[in-house]
């Protein structure tokens, strides 16, 4: 896996069979070639993982479904070094430019998406600590979510996801204990 910066048009045409022309002529720069491969794990990435939540019952069941859709999204190894966006922020986030914008934009969207979700569990009386923070909650779950991500990338092992969802709903006040 060589990341969005060793992403060539050279590369992919020779790995698809087609000319460096034609694929040159489709999009243009190396650059609108990752714009595209960003756009694309977006889509892959809202499929797999924010429609899933979306269609949850609005508040904290829509927390848990995020994360746990997530991990599903990692177990199903949907992308070779687990989430695209992870591993995009972290060889994007020394590089200014569109690629890293937009990386970025993603990244923050995910963030609001799940706070919005901790507005709606509050305003819902679901989450039981006076005073919770939805910003600090977002937080604090996209932590473990990335956290999940580089651990189970690291160790391969399938019980990382098992501790993730275990921590996750002892956070939201769901676990059984």
Do not use: W
């Amino acid at each position: 896996m060589d990341g969005l910066e060793g992403l060539s048009i050279g590369n992919l045409a020779a790995a698809i069979g087609m000319s460096k022309s034609g694929l040159y002529a489709h999009f243009g720069s190396k650059q609108e070639l990752q714009l595209a491969t960003v756009q694309e794990a977006g889509r892959i990435f809202a499929e797999e993982v924010v429609q899933p939540a979306l269609a949850a019952p609005a508040g904290l069941t829509q927390l848990a479904v995020v994360c746990e859709a997530f991990f599903g999204h990692l177990r199903r190894r949907t992308f070779p070094g687990g989430c695209f966006f992870a591993g995009a922020a972290l060889e994007m986030g020394t590089r200014p430019g569109p690629v890293k914008e937009a990386v970025a934009a993603f990244q923050s969207g995910f963030v609001e998406l799940i706070k919005g979700f901790a507005v709606t569990a509050i305003e819902q009386g679901e989450l039981p600590p006076p005073g919770e923070d939805p910003q600090r909650l977002a937080f604090e779950l996209n932590g473990i979510i990335l956290a999940t991500d580089t651990n189970f990338v690291l160790h391969d092992d399938p019980a990382v996801l098992d501790l993730a969802r275990q921590v996750v709903l002892r956070r939201l006040g769901l676990d059984a204990s």
